[in-house]
């Protein structure tokens, strides 16, 4: 069992900066593929990146340029540095865990943490 706990999300203006990090609760984490996902009020759940355990990066083309995924092994820690953020980006965002490579849907992450709001006023 994973467990996933994600933090740094908040109410910022456009155009400025957030560091979301998801501290997981497993001692095989290196072995995870980490993703970040987000959802924003009557949408689907979407993708936004993902880092696999050797740290080959994937980006949803809607945040490329624009946010980071990265990963401390040795902390246990996912993080997605988000930079000139847009009103679109408002969403809850989620870290996930999964066992395979390239993942990009939902339905390919075992674990998931419980959220953190990310709120982008124009």
């Known amino acids: 069992q994973v467990q996933l706990v994600e933090s740094g999300g908040g109410l910022v203006q456009a155009g400025s900066s957030l560091r979301l990090s998801c501290a997981a609760s497993t001692r095989s984490f290196s072995s995870y593929t980490m993703g970040w996902f987000r959802q924003a009020p009557g949408k689907e759940r979407e993708f936004v990146a993902e880092?696999?355990?050797?740290?080959?990066?994937y980006s949803a083309d809607s945040v490329k340029g624009r946010f980071t995924i990265s990963r401390d092994n040795a902390k246990n820690t996912v993080y997605l540095q988000m930079n000139s953020l847009k009103p679109e980006d408002t969403a809850v965002y989620y870290c996930?865990?999964?066992?395979?490579?390239?993942?990009?849907?939902?339905?390919?992450?075992?674990?998931w943490g419980q959220g953190t709001q990310v709120t982008v006023s124009s």
């Open positions: 880092i696999s355990w050797y740290g080959s990066t």
């Open positions: 996930a865990a999964s066992p395979g490579r390239l993942v990009t849907h939902p339905h390919e992450y075992s674990y």
